[in-house]
């Protein structure tokens, strides 16, 4: 049996963390219940996108990595980048997080 937490509660342990620590949170896509991939989407009051996904390790961890920044010069291609990704896994889950001091949000996560 894995270790994992399947994908649909890890996501509602996210949303309960991002809440209990002032922010809000709000599930864009539903990905697969029990194994889907998480990318995260955090912010702070809308503005200053990254997209956090988790990356395996050689040390067995799974922590979440900054994969994209949004460029405030082109913010259409974050979204454009969320799209294809939807499109290459369809089992994926995007949760928006919009929270003060992302980078600490992020490093609550367990790895």
Do not use: C
């Not at 996108?49 to 010069?73: A, C, H, Y």
């Not at 799209?83 to 995007?94: E, G, H, L, T, Y």
């Amino acid at each position: 049996m894995s270790e994992r937490l399947p994908a649909h509660l890890e996501v509602s342990s996210l949303i309960r963390l991002a809440e209990s620590n002032g922010g809000f949170a709000m599930v864009l896509h539903k990905g697969e219940r029990d194994a889907g991939t998480i990318l995260i989407i955090s912010m702070f009051r809308g503005a200053d996108m990254r997209l956090f996904e988790r990356m395996p390790q050689l040390d067995g961890t799974r922590p979440f990595v900054l994969t994209k920044n949004q460029d405030i010069e082109k913010p259409r291609e974050f979204d454009d980048y969320i799209a294809r990704r939807r499109s290459q896994d369809p089992d994926i889950w995007v949760l928006e997080v919009d929270i003060d001091d992302p980078e600490r949000f992020i490093a609550l996560l367990p790895k």
